[in-house]
């Protein structure tokens, strides 16, 4: 592989692609896996024989021995969470604390910032976006507002206590203007979260100045995005989407590495599609073939458990991801959830108000106004799983494969074929091939 190849690996759907299979399969490939945007609310599941794996702040890269993993600025912090991630990382013989960097410019949640979201979440005049409560939206407001608090600030025994005060104020006074009555001791979560200071700082750093000097220097940089295009703030389906730049853009605003430094962009989505939460879905399968999928591939969300709605693969939604992230080459995941269907409906189109429609809708009402235009495949009656040769995939199954690549005019250069690294296939010749070396 080219010494300097810096790819990014972004879900093209609504999150939830297996992302984080596929970073940690291509992460030995890389000196340095970095984490861009979101929360602890974007977990990612890893198998690595019988182990399961569920990372929800720390990238996947962790897993390779001799990988730095990355917290880029662009994540959201709550040093809870990654206090205990941490540890059950160590417990399995992961050496977090040689592995590790957080970026010193990587904002704080605080356990205030989940009781503003709930009282957004549940006033009666505002749709629920369904987000997971975690205080992630609130986090990226203040943010936002300019009143956050970073990790350097945390880490400031001198500068920490005034920051923290002026920003309990705040949300003193927005409990009370709610009326709400659950309980909050600032002093104590502030006692709390020096504590976790403590802890935490030996690994906080300028990520950014870390990332840079390590490109300079010939090593390679595999950018780790959490949930999935659709799910943007700018260029996803607003306002049910999450409060940070999950497209390829953000990837050099969450880290500080200029896009002159990016030399690919692989997109992974599912050959199926789902969605978390609330929110427009055109090609969303409310029958018992969704409910089929949604068993099969355990469709359930691996930090809150949540059920995921599913549905049909969607070329319309897959050529405008592509689009708006340049990407290379596809990473289609699960194909095997699909292994004994009779046939398989692909949504090839948008039909609005009657009228055939090329490009995504950006209203709400545009969105759930679009009528579906399917087209269906013949299905595979045979396993699929674990196959690693493309030619070994059953003829339906290669065509079902042409046939998305064709519709979407992106090349698919990979297939995951189950949970295990060894069950992917990569496509001798194609750019993701060349990516990877």
Not at 18 to 25: E, M
Not at 392 to 414: D, H, K, M, S, W
Request: proline share 6%; glycine share 12%.
């Amino acid at each position: 592989m080219n010494q300097m190849s810096n790819i990014i690996v972004l879900g093209a759907q609504w999150g939830d692609e297996g992302k984080g299979k596929i970073v940690d399969l291509f992460s030995d490939r890389f000196d340095i896996v970095a984490r861009y945007q979101g929360g602890h609310n974007a977990g990612h599941t890893v198998y690595i024989g019988p182990t399961k794996y569920i990372l929800k702040l720390i990238p996947s890269g962790i897993l390779r021995p001799g990988v730095t993993a990355v917290i880029g600025n662009g994540v959201v912090v709550d040093p809870l969470a990654l206090v205990e991630e941490m540890a059950t990382l160590e417990k399995v013989g992961v050496n977090v604390r040689e592995q590790l960097a957080i970026s010193n410019r990587a904002h704080v949640i605080f356990p205030f910032h989940r009781m503003v979201e709930k009282v957004g979440e549940g006033r009666t005049d505002r749709e629920a976006i369904g987000t997971t409560s975690r205080g992630i939206g609130p986090c990226y407001e203040d943010k936002i507002g300019r009143r956050g608090i970073r990790m350097a600030d945390l880490i400031d025994p001198a500068g920490f206590e005034a920051h923290y005060n002026n920003l309990a104020a705040d949300k003193m006074t927005l409990a009370k203007a709610f009326d709400v009555h659950e309980t909050i001791d600032f002093a104590a979560i502030r006692q709390q979260y020096e504590e976790l200071a403590g802890k935490l700082a030996p690994l906080v750093t300028d990520t950014a100045s870390l990332l840079n000097r390590a490109i300079r220097a010939g090593k390679r940089v595999l950018f780790e995005g959490a949930q999935g295009a659709m799910l943007d703030v700018d260029h996803g389906t607003y306002p049910f989407v999450t409060s940070s730049n999950a497209t390829a853009g953000g990837a050099c605003s969450g880290t500080g590495v200029p896009p002159t430094k990016i030399t690919g962009i692989i997109g992974v989505s599912k050959a199926y599609i789902t969605r978390v939460g609330a929110g427009p879905f055109p090609s969303e399968d409310h029958g018992p073939l969704g409910e089929q999928i949604r068993q099969v591939g355990k469709e359930f969300g691996s930090v809150t458990g949540r059920p995921r709605r599913c549905g049909w693969f969607d070329v319309p939604l897959a050529r405008y991801t592509a689009a708006v992230n340049g990407i290379d080459s596809l990473i289609v995941t699960k194909l095997d959830v699909l292994d004994g269907l009779p046939e398989i409906p692909v949504c090839t189109g948008y039909r609005v108000n009657g009228v055939e429609v090329t490009d995504m809708p950006a209203t709400r009402t545009g969105m759930d106004s679009i009528e579906p235009i399917y087209t269906k495949l013949p299905g595979w009656k045979t396993s699929t799983r674990g196959i690693s040769v493309l030619e070994q995939l059953p003829p339906e199954a290669q065509a079902y494969l042409r046939f998305l690549e064709e519709r979407t005019e992106v090349e698919i250069g990979g297939i995951s074929t189950g949970p295990e690294r060894t069950e992917t296939i990569v496509k001798p010749g194609s750019r993701l091939h060349q990516l990877l070396g």
